[in-house]
């Protein structure tokens, strides 16, 4: 790991994508690193997973036309290095922003879920010591009852011996 850039997610700005894709490819470009690897939560509907992702250098196979086999020659105007130029930051950037979205909504997702979970657990004991408060309550009322009962009855017994 030549650098990291933490908490770059929890407020994604393309301004932030720009600045780590102008370190990373300053590093790329002077030999101090010669690969590129881009390790990211991502949420696809309810499901999140650790993605990784080759970023540089650059495969052939990500730019192979669809549909078309490996025969295609590509023109470049004004010429293949210029076009990479320009092209490989904005990909860069682009990616990098968009998994820094991808982490950001992976992480709400999950805040999301934890507090659902958590919520229906209160609702669940909720209930149980609803139950419970209610069973309590209905038995010390039966006790009441018992015991005035069992006072009148024996008042009743003891006029009756009187």
Do not use: W
């Amino acid at each position: 790991v030549e650098e990291s850039f933490h908490y770059s997610a929890q407020s994604p700005t393309l301004q932030r994508a720009r600045e780590i894709t102008a370190r990373l490819l300053h590093l790329f470009d002077r030999g101090k690193i010669t690969k590129i690897f881009m390790v990211y939560t991502d949420c696809r509907g309810t499901e999140t997973q650790v993605r990784t992702a080759r970023l540089l250098p650059l495969e052939s196979g990500q730019f192979t036309a669809a549909g078309h086999g490996d025969g295609i020659r590509l023109r470049y105007e004004p010429s293949p290095e210029e076009v990479l130029a320009k092209i490989v930051p904005a990909y860069l950037t682009g990616f990098l922003y968009a998994a820094m979205v991808d982490s950001f909504c992976a992480e709400q997702n999950a805040r999301m879920t934890a507090m659902n979970s958590a919520n229906q657990n209160a609702e669940k004991l909720l209930g149980e010591l609803s139950v419970q408060y209610n069973r309590s309550r209905q038995a010390a009322i039966t006790q009441e009852i018992t015991e005035i009962s069992s006072m009148r009855l024996c008042a009743i017994v003891k006029a009756i011996s009187l």
